[in-house]
Nanobody
Framework: QVQLVQSGGGLVEPGGSLRLSCAASRSIAGIVQLSWYRRAPGKQRELVAEMTRGAGPTYADSVKDRFIISRDNTKNTLSLQMNSLKPEDTAVYYC?????????WGQGIQVTVSS
């Protein structure tokens, strides 16, 4: 099992930046895939960015070239650097992983982009 605790959300103006963090309760070095999802009001959950061991990161078209996903295996942390934020990035963001047959989610954190 693993617990994922998120931090870093908040209110930012359009064009601004935020960095989300997801701290795991155990080592993530052996975890193959780590992801960030988001759910905007009235919309379905969307995969934002994903890191798979042995492959490069992948991004939703809507965030490509603006968001950067990274992992720090020494700190057991997954991060999402969000730049050039737009109002349409407003959502609750979730980190996610799975191993075995189990899926694990962070508690969710609100990101609001508004002037």
């Amino acid at each position: 099992q693993v617990q994922l605790v998120q931090s870093g959300g908040g209110l930012v103006e359009p064009g601004g930046s935020l960095r989300l963090s997801c701290a795991a309760s155990r080592s993530i070095a052996g975890i193959v895939q780590l992801s960030w999802y988001r759910r905007a009001p009235g919309k379905q959950r969307e995969l934002v960015a994903e890191m798979t061991r042995g492959a490069g990161p992948t991004y939703a078209d809507s965030v490509k070239d603006r968001f950067i996903i990274s992992r720090d295996n020494t700190k057991n942390t997954l991060s999402l650097q969000m730049n050039s934020l737009k109002p349409e990035d407003t959502a609750v963001y979730y980190c996610h992983t799975f191993f075995g047959a189990n899926h694990y989610w962070g508690q969710g954190i609100q990101v609001t982009v508004s002037s």
